[in-house]
């Protein structure tokens, strides 16, 4: 039975899988709003080409 579920939700999680491009581009979004965080509340001074 676990083993039945277990591969019922893989079918599913790679059935709606996201293209490798679209996550790699949200993570990368998420780096910089992080980083523009850090900058806005002290954490970290701005580059010097800024």
């Avoid at 079918?11 to 965080?37: F, I, M, Y």
Wanted: hydrophobic share 40%.
């Amino acid at each position: 039975m676990q083993i039945r579920a277990l591969h019922a939700y893989l079918l599913g999680r790679n059935t709606n899988a996201r293209h490798p491009d679209v996550l790699a581009a949200q993570r990368h979004e998420r780096a910089r709003v992080r980083s523009e965080k850090a900058i806005r509340s002290g954490g970290r001074s701005l580059p010097a080409s800024a």
